[in-house]
């Protein structure tokens, strides 16, 4: 293989990389010159093709542990409004107060999960349950 099957886009990056001086309207033939008048052949291009791939991977793996952090923060974060169904005058958990005049608080997902999980008389409210509670 030749530096003639390379496309021109993947030329020019290459070529960059390697400091020669093109311009962006440089045409394929003008960069071939340019990295042979430097010596540059197939061989160094297919090195630095695998460097540069090696090294887009290593990011890439790196941007997905990101989102997959940030997700799972997200997700952790997000709150759900719960209803405490229950006659209690006052009712507090993890810091939350729930009264009688005012049973709806907002929990994270974890939190509204164990709440509801371990104690009666707690639920997932909806817009529905708040409106109609507060028009009484």
């Known amino acids: ?10 030329l020019y990056a290459f070529a ?5 001086a093109v311009e962006d309207f440089s045409t394929k033939p003008k960069l071939l010159k340019e990295l042979d008048e430097l010596g540059l052949t197939i061989d160094d291009y297919q090195a630095w093709e695998k460097e540069n791939d090696a090294e887009e991977l ?9 989102l997959a952090k940030s997700a799972n923060v997200e997700e952790d974060e997000e ?11 006052y009712y507090e958990y993890s810091g939350v107060e729930f009264t009688r005049e005012n049973p709806f608080q907002f929990l994270t997902r974890k939190q509204a999960a164990a709440l509801i999980a371990s104690e009666e008389g707690f639920s997932r409210a909806h ?8 028009n009484q």
């Open 1 to 10: 293989m030749s530096l003639l099957r390379v496309p021109k886009d993947d």
């Open 58 to 66: 290593v990011v890439a793996q790196e941007e997905e542990r990101e």
């Open 127 to 134: 817009e529905d349950d708040v409106r109609e509670f507060y």
């Open 16 to 20: 960059k990389d390697q400091q020669v």
């Open 79 to 89: 709150k759900v409004l719960v209803r405490m169904r229950r006659n209690n005058p």
